[in-house]
């Protein structure tokens, strides 16, 4: 709580503030003040009927469910399944053609740490495009 709203929650601060304030100024705060509170009474109240409106959905299609013969709980099982299954993704192809340490030929995406001959190449003077496929 920030200390405005904890000098507004305090009534011996209030009283001591409101000493230098002008009658009219104070009934302008409290009309600003109720006109807040209402707001959020308003805002309160909408978000309890949309709660109740969807717990009533909610018991509705469960009863369509169970009288169609279909346990919820079997229904979100499916979805589970459905959501667990990942597609993996497809190998990039290779870009760069490399000759490592031991003589055989290799091939790198572009992708990720750069092979260490290539690195070492790149160092005295090759450019990276000598790889190219």
């Known amino acids: 709580m920030t200390d405005s709203l904890k000098a507004l929650n305090n009534i011996r601060t209030l009283r001591a503030q409101a000493r230098d304030l002008q009658l009219a100024e104070l009934q302008e705060m409290l009309e600003k003040f109720s006109m807040v509170v209402a707001e959020r ?5 909408a978000e309890e ?3 109740r409106e969807k717990a009533e959905k909610l018991a509705k299609y469960r009863e369509l469910l169970l009288g169609d013969g279909i346990d919820p709980a079997e229904l979100l ?3 589970q399944v459905a959501a667990k299954q990942r597609v993996k993704r497809v ?5 760069y053609k490399y000759t490592d340490e031991d003589g055989q030929e290799k091939n ?9 001959v290539i690195k ?6 090759k450019s990276l495009n000598d790889f190219l496929i």
């Open 41 to 45: 009474r308003e805002e309160s109240h």
């Open 49 to 51: 009927t949309a709660g």
């Open 77 to 79: 099982g499916a979805l």
């Open 91 to 95: 190998p990039r192809p290779a870009k």
């Open 108 to 116: 790198w995406t572009g992708q990720g740490r750069t092979p260490a």
């Open 120 to 125: 070492a190449a790149i160092t005295s003077g």
